[in-house]
């Protein structure tokens, strides 16, 4: 890789006292770090959306409705059933990310499937019935209105809608916190309801980035879908969640696990160098930020005597 940089001088290195990066300088650090290894997440959590996506192409090539319905129908259904605990491997692995804790993806993607199969298979289903109903309302409730002439019935289309605005805001903590914590689903759903109205800033750019990629997905997928089959295996999902647990991890740490800590007189260890509470005798000085940097060797012309 020396074609465009010399390996002939070096600067003075990174100090591990250094002030640590937050915010966005954070986020595009870990971002482009792991940007390889959310595109190999990426890829392994879109295995597990692939029934969807098949069901969608017979949706548009197969004729025969009753032999189209009968494949759909189980289609959803693997669908349904894997893609919360598909969505429990990705948060684990990001999870990791935005702590910046050493992870395995691939190990760690199907250990946060297998550890949380139960509760995620249950707010995955929720999720997919909240997306079928918010679909069938903004499809049915329109035309109903039309059709009698009535404007009531885009009152149960702003109620359905509603609640699944909720649902989304509350999937951005559920998923967080079932791979973080012991929490029973009581407690997951109440929490990640008062965390869906407790951090509005946080919400709103997870949101605002969640449906643009989400638009990105459905618009190439409808326009272009074989294009759409060379980039959404790899790009869209992980990244869009990455932003997502970025913002959000942050609202757990401050309203659940740190609380719990701090009840039981300890510092959440997430917040803290692995390397704060070792108690060694320091026998190295770390020279990070210290050294003086390496002159470039000047060039002599002429045989090298050794």
């Known amino acids: 890789m020396g074609l465009f940089s010399s390996y002939e001088s070096s600067g003075p290195g990174i100090s591990k006292y250094a002030p640590k990066k937050t915010g966005v300088a954070l986020f595009w650090d870990i971002f482009f770090s792991k940007f390889w290894k959310l595109t190999g997440l990426n890829l392994l959590f879109f295995i597990f959306c692939l ?78 019935v909240a997306a079928m109903s918010a679909f069938s309302a903004y499809n049915i409730y329109p035309d109903w209105a039309n059709h009698y002439e009535s404007k009531l019935f885009y009152i149960p289309l702003i109620i359905t809608m509603s609640v699944a605005f909720v649902i989304l805001l509350m999937n951005y903590y559920i998923f967080l916190m079932m791979t973080a914590t012991d929490l029973s689903m009581k407690n997951l759903f109440k929490n990640s309801f008062a965390l869906a109205f407790a951090a509005l800033k946080q919400n709103f750019i997870a949101t605002f980035f969640y449906v643009f990629f989400v638009g990105f997905i459905v618009v190439i997928f409808l326009l272009m879908p074989f294009i759409a089959l060379t980039i959404i295996p790899f790009f869209p999902m992980a990244v869009s969640w990455f932003v997502v647990c970025f913002n959000c991890y942050p609202v757990i740490q401050k309203y659940v696990i740190n609380p719990f800590y701090e ?44």
């Open 51 to 128: 029934p969807l996506y098949i069901a969608l192409f017979i949706f548009f090539l197969v004729k025969d409705v009753r032999v189209m319905f009968a494949i759909e129908c189980v289609l959803f259904l693997l669908f349904a059933v894997f893609i919360g605990p598909a969505m429990a491997g990705m948060t684990k692995v990001i999870r990791s990310f935005v702590i910046q804790k050493h992870t395995f993806v691939i190990r760690d993607f199907f250990r946060g499937f297998r550890e949380n199969f139960k509760k995620s298979v249950v707010v995955g289903i929720l999720d997919v």
């Open 263 to 306: 009840s039981k007189g300890e510092i959440n260890p997430e917040l803290t160098d692995e390397t704060d509470d070792i108690d060694v005798e320091t026998l190295f000085e770390d020279m990070g930020g210290k050294e003086k940097p390496i002159e470039k060797r000047k060039k002599t012309k002429g045989k090298r005597i050794s």
